[in-house]
C-alpha cells in the first residue's frame, strides 16, 4: 500500500472549518483513500474514503486531487468533539479479499473553544 | 450490541501471567481484525481472520501471542507468559466482504487496554 504524509498537528477554531491535508504521490490507480480518526481512550473511527471523485457524508467532505497524489479532509464545522487524531491512509480493495489498514502517525487535530 | 464489543476493557497483569482477550465482531462481519497499538503511535496489524481462517498473522511479535477464531465469529487473542513491551491497547476491528466496487469499511472496538506490571 502506497505511504502517507501528514502534519503532525493542526488547531482549528471550534465552528470553523477544518482542513486535513494528506500527501499519497504514490498511490496506484486501485488504490483508495480512507480517513479513521482516533478520539482519545477509543478504537479508530471510520470518517470516509473515495478513490478519485470527491465525496461527502454526514461527518465530512474528502477532496481528491485529480492527479490523486494528495488529498483533503473536510470538517465543515469543527467542534470540541472533533480533536482526535486523523488517519489518511491508502488502501487496495482487490477482488476476493478485505486488506489489512496500515496507519501512519496521523495528524493531531485540536479544535481550540 | 451493533458495533465489534471486545472484554475485557481493561487489564492488568503480573509478569509472565498468561492473558485472554475476547472481540465480538460485528454481526455477520466475515473478516476479522487485530491490531496493538503502543502510547502515542498508530495501531499496527497483528493478524487477520476470514470466517475461521487465520490467512494472515505476520504482524503478531512473537510466539507468545496466539489467536483463534474456531467458529468464524467470536475470536480470543491470547499472550502467553506477559512481559512489560505487552503493555498497549489490543483493537478488534471487523469487516464485512463485499464485492470490490464499493469500499470494504472496517469497523474498530474501543481496545482492551493491558498493563503488565
Known amino acids: 500500500d502506497a505511504k502517507t504524509t501528514q502534519p503532525t498537528s493542526m488547531d482549528c477554531a471550534e465552528g470553523r472549518a477544518a482542513n486535513l491535508p494528506c500527501n499519497h504521490s504514490t498511490i496506484s490507480g486501485n488504490e483508495y483513500v480512507y480517513w479513521y480518526r482516533q478520539i482519545h481512550s477509543q478504537g479508530p473511527q471510520y470518517i470516509i474514503h473515495?478513490?478519485?471523485n470527491n465525496e461527502t457524508n454526514e461527518m465530512a467532505s474528502l477532496i481528491i486531487t485529480e492527479d490523486r497524489k494528495s488529498s483533503t479532509l473536510i470538517l465543515p464545522h469543527a467542534t470540541l468533539r472533533d480533536t482526535a487524531v486523523y488517519y489518511c491512509?491508502?488502501?487496495?480493495?482487490?477482488?476476493?479479499?478485505?486488506?489489512?489498514?496500515?496507519f501512519g502517525s496521523g495528524t493531531q487535530l485540536t479544535v481550540l473553544p | 450490541g451493533a458495533g465489534v464489543s471486545q472484554s475485557p476493557r481493561y487489564k492488568v497483569a503480573k509478569r509472565g501471567q498468561d492473558v485472554a482477550l475476547r472481540c465480538d465482531p460485528i454481526s455477520g462481519h466475515v473478516s476479522l481484525f487485530w491490531y496493538q497499538q503502543a502510547l502515542g503511535q498508530g495501531p499496527e496489524f497483528l493478524t487477520y481472520?476470514?470466517?475461521?481462517?487465520?490467512?494472515?498473522k505476520s504482524g503478531l511479535p512473537s510466539d507468545r501471542f496466539f489467536a483463534e477464531r474456531p467458529e468464524g465469529s467470536v475470536s480470543t487473542l491470547k499472550i502467553q507468559r506477559t512481559q512489560q513491551e505487552d503493555s498497549a491497547v489490543y483493537l478488534c476491528a471487523s469487516s464485512f466482504y463485499r464485492v470490490p466496487s464499493s469500499g470494504n469499511t472496517i469497523y474498530f472496538g474501543e481496545g482492551s487496554w493491558l498493563t503488565v506490571v
Open positions: 491512509i491508502v488502501r487496495v480493495n482487490p477482488s476476493g479479499s478485505a486488506r489489512q489498514l496500515t
Open positions: 473515495g478513490l478519485k
Open positions: 481472520f476470514q470466517n475461521e481462517a487465520q490467512l494472515d
